[in-house]
């Protein structure tokens, strides 16, 4: 090989090197405090073998896949814990389970209860910062049978359960979040009908759903408030922001039910967020509305869940008049949508009009040969950096999911994980990709 061959090699290896580092050291100026975590929910997590009587484990036996025990969270959460300082996080949302806390009506489990104190402290020694979700689309079965969230007289079942988990674990807690998402468990339950209780098209049950599910926010952040700690917790709702987008915008088959989603599923409950006002409806089926006590906060934070933008196209079929898709030149993520990094850019800057700290309580990719992932984390963070620095209050940022689980209607197919999961031996790998997002919580660290 000829001397100037080598030398031009040199460069050029020293070139792509330099400009690898350039790309990986990107930096995200935080504010001081920030947490970088990871969520997950239990029953995604520990699977129908430990939260056994509920509405997801009864839905579950008209479904191919089964959770079966999952990663099995409930088991290995300390060595997991040891997984999170592996990765250099700070703060874990995590869900706790009322169906296998309040098994029968009235009936506490101290058991359970003192597991997730177990928990808690165990997170806590480790300098990780508990933040917990009361509710995660799963529940009871009694609770479900008395007509869940659709029956408003119920609310104050779930109040009840709160106030119990908040005694137990208010003390040690300061972190918490009301219900994931009602927007898309009304969604998903009573007009797609791929969650339980599996109705389809029922406009009128997931508008009471939704009302009653803020009803009970309302309720909680109040009664939770009140409580012996509850001057020190930061209470929270968790909202998906979901904007519908037309494929082709002049089309109304798609306009139309863009317009009639984003108003169920986005501007209804942030009006709500903003004036304690909710109303939705559609023209002839009615409409319901609620208003939160005037003069008085509804939360401490708001929870902002972010995926991507959900651009639907119209078909000729009548049983999917409707899909999700995206466009030619966009990269695709597993589920039906892609990357959509500006979204959540906007979804910042709009949220951050509520003038409350704001936690990206979770954002992730199912992407299961881990090609995408690097480049998700990159220009997600990248625009949650850009609002940052414009001045948006985001106190933390949450990374969907810790390891793959149980993807809901979807079994097993979807890998949102840094560790991907051998669930015959429940070992944990973790994925090259997770290294980015362990670098930048390193160097967000150094700069602080
Ligand atoms: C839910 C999670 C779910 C994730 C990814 C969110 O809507 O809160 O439970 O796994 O999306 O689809």
Same mark, same amino acid.
């Given at each position: ?34 947490? @970088? ?36 969270? @409930? ?63 799963? /529940?009871?079965? @009694? ?85 012996? /700690? ?169 990374? @969907? ?48």
């Amino acid at each position: 090989m000829s001397k100037s061959v080598t030398v031009f090699s040199l460069f050029l290896s020293l070139f792509i090197c330099l400009g690898i580092y350039a790309h990986a050291i990107e930096r995200i100026e935080t504010p001081h405090d920030f947490l @970088w975590g990871v969520a997950l929910s239990e029953y995604q997590n520990s699977g129908a073998a430990c939260c056994s009587d509920s509405n997801w484990s009864n839905w579950e036996k008209f479904l191919a896949e089964k959770s079966g025990n999952a990663c099995d969270f @409930w088991h290995n959460y300390a060595d997991d814990i040891t997984l999170m300082k592996q990765l250099g996080i700070n703060s874990l949302r995590f869900s706790v389970e009322w169906c296998v806390i309040e098994p029968k009506e009235g009936k506490f489990s101290k058991a359970a209860l003192n597991h997730y104190k177990e928990v808690c402290n165990a997170l806590i020694n480790a300098g990780i910062t508990p933040m917990i979700t009361l509710h995660h689309f799963v /529940h009871p079965q @009694w609770f479900e049978e008395k007509g869940g969230f659709e029956k408003r007289k119920n609310i104050k079942y779930f109040e009840r359960f709160c106030v119990v988990v908040f005694k137990h674990l208010g003390d040690c807690v300061s972190l918490w979040c009301t219900i994931n998402e009602p927007t898309i468990y009304a969604f998903q339950g009573y007009i797609r009908g791929v969650f339980p209780p599996g109705k389809t098209g029922r406009f009128p049950s997931a508008f009471r759903v939704l009302c009653n599910m803020l009803e009970a926010h309302t309720r909680v952040y109040h009664s939770l408030k009140a409580l012996p /700690h509850g001057d020190k917790a930061q209470v929270g709702f968790v909202h998906q922001y979901l904007v519908f987008q037309p494929y082709t915008s002049w089309n109304p088959l798609e306009r139309i039910p863009g317009l009639l989603f984003n108003n169920l599923l986005n501007k209804s409950v942030l009006h709500f967020l903003k004036t304690g006002a909710f109303k939705v409806g559609i023209p002839i089926l009615g409409s319901i509305t609620y208003q939160a006590p005037p003069e008085k906060p509804i939360m401490d934070f708001i929870g902002l869940n972010y995926y991507s933008r959900a651009l639907i196209k119209a078909q000729l079929s009548l049983t999917e008049p409707l899909i999700a898709t995206h466009y030619p030149d966009e990269v695709m993520t597993d589920m039906p949508y892609a990357m959509y990094s500006q979204g959540l850019y906007k979804a910042i800057k709009d949220i951050n009009q509520l003038k409350l700290p704001i936690y990206i309580t979770e954002n992730g990719i199912a992407d299961a040969n881990d090609d995408r992932r690097e480049t998700f984390l990159r220009e997600y963070l990248s625009a949650m950096g850009k609002a940052i620095a414009e001045g948006c209050d985001v106190r933390g940022y949450y990374y @969907w999911l810790l390891m793959d689980n149980y993807e809901w209607d979807m079994g097993y197919s979807m890998k949102f994980g840094l560790y991907a999961v051998n669930r015959k031996t429940q070992e944990r790998f973790l994925r090259p990709s997770a290294h980015y997002y362990k670098t930048i919580i390193k160097q967000t660290g150094d700069l602080a």
